[in-house]
């Protein structure tokens, strides 16, 4: 509003400014050549009498030149020849002898302005007529300063600048004051009672305003409406608290927390944040991260709030934490704290591409790349895990009894350093990816350590009961521990540790939605295949990072046998593969990228048609409402691990088909398998089977698609984010 009224203010005075300098400067001009003429007039009968008279037509002149502002007079005759001068202005100015000749030749007076060393001055020249009726004989020249017009010109611009600037200043301040006191304060207090209400709170801030008055009383009716809608919800919550077998939503998991762990500190640990910042330009924005932790673990923390620890890995992350390296979360309405553990690039390349993701990705993902350890590695992992352990005791010291959630396989060693530091500590390690055999896992060099560290939580979480059997077996195997398989727990120096099954899933609870929410969305889908080119009446969708446990290069060798079994679906049907980066400084990955690129260029070359090409290729992130239209606009989705823990992209997909079609195939190496069985099951390795089932998946008919998607929506409702989160709490609370 200030640059606006300054933009006003400014075209104004601009205006008005250039309007009275012209007229001002044409004023000044006319008033020097009137007195030029007045001057010249002055001279014409004394010069005219005495013109052959050098002498005393010079003593004329002279008598008549005291005016400071003449800068000079002479007299020329009727051949041009000056016979008389007041200053050497008049010879010197080339322009003054042509001016004379114009004067005598047109018989009238002649001026003009004219810049002379620098300075303006105003030439003026008048014929002179002989006393006896000779005609013209001669003329006069006045020469005059004129650089005072342009003076008073500067002065006028200058005035009114700052006249300008003090006129600014004063609307400005005037604006501010006005927009504190009327508006700034109004919707603050409007801000505060929304925050009251969205906390179940009625808020005493509502006053009358007489500006935003009747916004606030109508605002204050429906707060009350919104208090009394958030107590009912959490009366509904309450009364069941413990059936788990009914849907779960956030605001049962909010109630559900606090009334089993009261005001205990709840802290969560994990490699990567959930919130990224980065510059774009000059502006900072913020990005939500791909993959199953952050899709699982962020829903619960905004459910239960605390506090996250993750690593700050964005160009502009240091900029919008407080001096506790903090930030309140998610940033457009923050209900829990980020705080961020900062690595070198050491570390990083040794803890994280280093041993993590050479040494135990490949290891329990078993997809036949050999994973590598390296000393080096190790030790980066431990100071690392070591840097957190320091972190979280920091923000639990003085906390009673603080509940401690990290996650995955980042932090094996995490657990026992907090134990340890506080055995006081409820301390759970969710272990997102799988757990490989006993076998598998003996040629880790550091695997006693690992289990050790591991074996310093009190609850161990995996996603499927055959993870839970393996780690189990492997810690029978390595180390001397106490095993109770009813209990399914482990013994290890007097402290025990549980382990069970915790499959995770998405935020989803099963909103019927309205008409107009339905068509907005088919539109959205509709909108997303318009952007990426696809004109064909089927497609096909896949969403990984770009990584080679992904069964990508198996899913595209699927297509290729798919059309060409099936040429009937060439130019019908279009796969797009969104595939995030991921781990880029590995060369593995690296490598891998290149691979899975050159092969989808291979087949789009044997395969394409005019403008249509079988497979669409997006190697960039995509956010999760980019996500859910491209889930919606497909036909299928293809969800092909060779090896993986869960796997969400299916649960989201079936979140996201509130239409109940659409057909999910499912690799059955994957953990969402065992829970999502009407989904097409294949074997990711066999090809053939694969595109078998893309075929299968077109061809089924819309009363089968409603069918299986009706079970498999029915499934990750009872069994979503919340639910995960809610078993893993009370299973916490059930140590004391």
């Given at each position: 509003?200030?640059l606006?009224?300054?933009?006003?203010?400014?075209?104004?005075?601009?205006?008005?400014?250039?309007?009275?300098v012209?007229?001002?400067?044409?004023?000044l001009?006319?008033?020097?050549?009137?007195r030029?003429?007045?001057?010249?007039?002055?001279?014409?009968?004394?010069v005219?009498?005495n013109?052959?008279?050098?002498?005393?037509t010079?003593?004329?002149?002279?008598?008549?030149?005291?005016?400071?502002?003449?800068?000079?007079?002479?007299?020329?005759n009727?051949?041009?020849?000056?016979?008389?001068?007041?200053?050497?202005?008049?010879?010197n100015?080339?322009?003054?002898?042509?001016?004379?000749?114009?004067?005598?030749?047109?018989?009238?007076?002649?001026?003009?302005?004219?810049?002379?060393?620098?300075?303006?001055?105003?030439?003026?020249?008048?014929?002179?007529?002989?006393?006896q009726?000779?005609?013209?004989?001669?003329?006069?020249?006045?020469?005059?300063?004129?650089?005072?017009?342009?003076q008073y010109?500067?002065?006028?611009?200058?005035?009114?600048?700052l006249?300008?600037?003090?006129?600014?200043?004063?609307?400005?301040?005037?604006i501010?004051?006005?927009?504190?006191?009327?508006?700034?304060?109004?919707?603050?207090?409007?801000?505060?009672?929304?925050?009251?209400?969205?906390?179940?709170?009625?808020?005493?801030?509502?006053?009358?305003?007489?500006?935003?008055?009747?916004?606030?009383?109508?605002?204050?009716?429906?707060?009350?409406?919104?208090?009394?809608?958030?107590?009912?919800?959490?009366?509904?919550?309450?009364?069941?608290?413990?059936?788990?077998?009914?849907?779960?939503?956030a605001?049962?998991?909010?109630?559900?927390?606090k009334d089993l762990?009261?005001?205990?500190?709840?802290?969560?640990?994990?490699?990567?944040?959930?919130?990224?910042?980065?510059?774009?330009?000059n502006?900072?924005?913020?990005?939500?991260?791909?993959?199953?932790?952050?899709?699982?673990?962020?829903?619960?923390?905004?459910a239960?709030?605390?506090?996250?620890i993750?690593?700050?890995?964005?160009?502009?992350?240091?900029?919008?934490?407080?001096?506790?390296?903090k930030?309140?979360?998610p940033p457009?309405d923050?209900?829990y704290?980020?705080?961020?553990?900062?690595l070198?690039?050491e570390?990083?390349?040794?803890?994280y591409?280093?041993?993590?993701?050479?040494?135990?990705?490949?290891?329990?993902?078993?997809?036949?790349?050999?994973?590598?350890?390296?000393?080096s590695?190790?030790?980066?992992?431990?100071?690392?895990?070591?840097?957190?352990a320091?972190?979280?005791l920091?923000e639990?010291?003085?906390?009673?009894?603080?509940?401690?959630?990290?996650?995955?396989?980042?932090?094996?060693?995490?657990p026992r350093?907090?134990?340890n530091?506080?055995?006081?500590?409820?301390?759970?390690?969710?272990?997102h990816?799988?757990?490989?055999?006993?076998?598998?896992?003996?040629?880790?060099?550091?695997?006693?350590?690992?289990?050790?560290g591991?074996?310093?939580?009190?609850?161990?979480?995996?996603?499927?009961?055959?993870?839970?059997n393996?780690?189990?077996?492997?810690?029978?195997?390595?180390l001397?521990?106490?095993?109770?398989?009813?209990?399914?727990?482990?013994?290890?120096?007097?402290?025990?540790?549980?382990?069970?099954?915790?499959?995770?899933?998405?935020?989803?609870?099963?909103?019927?939605?309205?008409?107009?929410?339905?068509?907005?969305?088919?539109?959205?889908?509709?909108?997303?295949?318009?952007?990426?080119?696809?004109?064909?009446?089927y497609?096909g969708?896949?969403?990984?990072?770009l990584?080679?446990?992904?069964?990508?290069?198996?899913?595209?060798?699927?297509?290729?046998?798919?059309?060409?079994?099936?040429?009937?679906?060439?130019?019908?049907?279009?796969?797009?593969q969104?595939?995030?980066?991921?781990?880029?400084?590995?060369k593995?990955?690296?490598?891998?990228?290149?691979?899975?690129?050159?092969?989808?260029?291979?087949?789009?070359?044997?395969?394409?048609?005019?403008?249509?090409k079988?497979?669409?290729?997006?190697k960039?992130?995509?956010?999760?409402?980019?996500?859910?239209n491209?889930?919606?606009?497909?036909?299928?989705?293809?969800v092909t691990?060779?090896?993986?823990?869960?796997?969400?992209?299916?649960?989201?997909?079936?979140?996201?088909?509130?239409?109940?079609?659409?057909?999910?195939?499912?690799?059955?190496y994957?953990?969402?398998?065992?829970?999502?069985?009407?989904?097409?099951?294949?074997?990711?390795?066999?090809?053939?089977?694969?595109?078998?089932?893309?075929?299968?998946?077109?061809?089924m008919?819309?009363?089968?698609?409603?069918?299986?998607?009706?079970?498999?929506?029915n499934?990750?409702?009872?069994?979503?984010?919340?639910r995960?989160?809610?078993?893993?709490?009370?299973?916490?609370?059930?140590?004391?």
């Open positions: 509003m200030v606006v009224v300054v933009a006003i203010v400014s075209l104004v005075t601009f205006g008005f400014t250039f309007s009275q012209n007229q001002e400067k044409q004023r001009e006319a008033d020097i050549e009137y030029s003429s007045l001057l010249a007039n002055a001279l014409k009968d004394p005219g009498t013109l052959n008279d050098k002498q005393e010079q003593a004329i002149v002279d008598r008549f030149t005291d005016d400071q502002r003449i800068a000079g007079v002479g007299i020329v009727n051949i041009n020849s000056l016979v008389a001068s007041s200053s050497s202005l008049v010879e100015i080339p322009v003054t002898q042509r001016l004379a000749a114009d004067a005598m030749d047109s018989d009238r007076a002649t001026a003009t302005f004219v810049t002379y060393r620098g300075q303006r001055v105003h030439v003026f020249a008048e014929p002179i007529r002989g006393s009726g000779q005609g013209v004989i001669g003329a006069i020249l006045v020469v005059q300063k004129a650089s005072y017009i342009d010109v500067s002065d006028v611009w200058r005035r009114n600048l006249r300008l600037i003090i006129q600014i200043a004063i609307f400005s301040l005037a501010l004051f006005v927009l504190r006191l009327l508006v700034q304060r109004p919707l603050q207090r409007l801000l505060t009672s929304l925050r009251a209400a969205k906390s179940g709170k009625e808020d005493g801030q509502m006053h009358k305003s007489s500006l935003f008055g009747p916004v606030l009383q109508e605002f204050s009716s429906i707060q009350k409406s919104l208090v009394r809608a958030k107590h009912a919800a959490r009366e509904a919550a309450k009364t069941s608290l413990e059936q788990l077998d009914t849907p779960w939503t605001e049962r998991l909010h109630e559900f927390t762990i009261k005001n205990r500190t709840i802290v969560a640990v994990s490699n990567r944040e959930p919130y990224v910042h980065y510059k774009d330009g502006d900072i924005k913020y990005y939500i991260p791909t993959g199953g932790m952050i899709t699982a673990l962020n829903p619960m923390m905004q239960c709030g605390g506090l996250w993750a690593h700050g890995s964005g160009n502009a992350d240091r900029e919008v934490v407080d001096k506790d390296d930030i309140g979360v457009d923050p209900s704290t980020l705080k961020r553990v900062w070198t690039k570390e990083e390349e040794g803890y591409e280093g041993f993590s993701n050479r040494g135990l990705w490949p290891l329990c993902h078993m997809v036949h790349t050999r994973p590598t350890f390296r000393q590695d190790w030790e980066a992992y431990q100071k690392v895990n070591q840097k957190f320091d972190a979280v920091k639990i010291k003085g906390k009673k009894n603080p509940i401690v959630i990290i996650q995955d396989y980042h932090f094996s060693l995490l350093l907090i134990k530091a506080r055995p006081d500590a409820a301390v759970c390690i969710f272990w990816i799988p757990w490989p055999n006993s076998e598998a896992f003996s040629i880790c060099p550091w695997k006693k350590e690992i289990l050790d591991l074996l310093g939580a009190d609850v161990i979480g995996f996603h499927t009961q055959l993870f839970c393996n780690f189990i077996t492997t810690v029978s195997k390595e001397e521990a106490l095993i109770d398989v009813e209990h399914s727990s482990i013994t290890k120096n007097g402290h025990t540790s549980y382990i069970a099954p915790f499959p995770i899933s998405v935020d989803f609870t099963g909103r019927k939605l309205g008409r107009q929410e339905l068509e907005a969305q088919a539109q959205a889908a509709k909108k997303i295949r318009e952007e990426l080119g696809v004109k064909t009446q497609l969708v896949g969403v990984e990072r990584d080679y446990t992904k069964g990508l290069l198996e899913r595209v060798k699927a297509i290729e046998l798919f059309l060409e079994r099936y040429p009937q679906y060439r130019g019908e049907f279009t796969f797009v969104i595939a995030d980066p991921s781990r880029t400084g590995i593995e990955y690296q490598e891998f990228e290149q691979r899975f690129t050159e092969e989808v260029e291979r087949v789009n070359n044997a395969y394409k048609q005019n403008d249509w079988p497979i669409i290729l997006i960039e992130h995509r956010n999760y409402d980019y996500l859910y491209l889930y919606r606009a497909a036909d299928i989705c293809l691990p060779l090896h993986d823990g869960m796997n969400l992209v299916a649960k989201e997909f079936v979140a996201a088909r509130n239409d109940e079609r659409g057909v999910l195939i499912l690799s059955q994957v953990g969402a398998a065992q829970e999502l069985r009407e989904a097409l099951i294949i074997n990711p390795y066999d090809g053939m089977q694969t595109a078998e089932a893309i075929r299968a998946a077109l061809e008919q819309p009363a089968e698609q409603a069918r299986r998607m009706r079970k498999l929506r499934t990750v409702k009872n069994n979503n984010v919340y995960w989160a809610a078993e893993i709490i009370k299973r916490i609370a059930e140590l004391d």
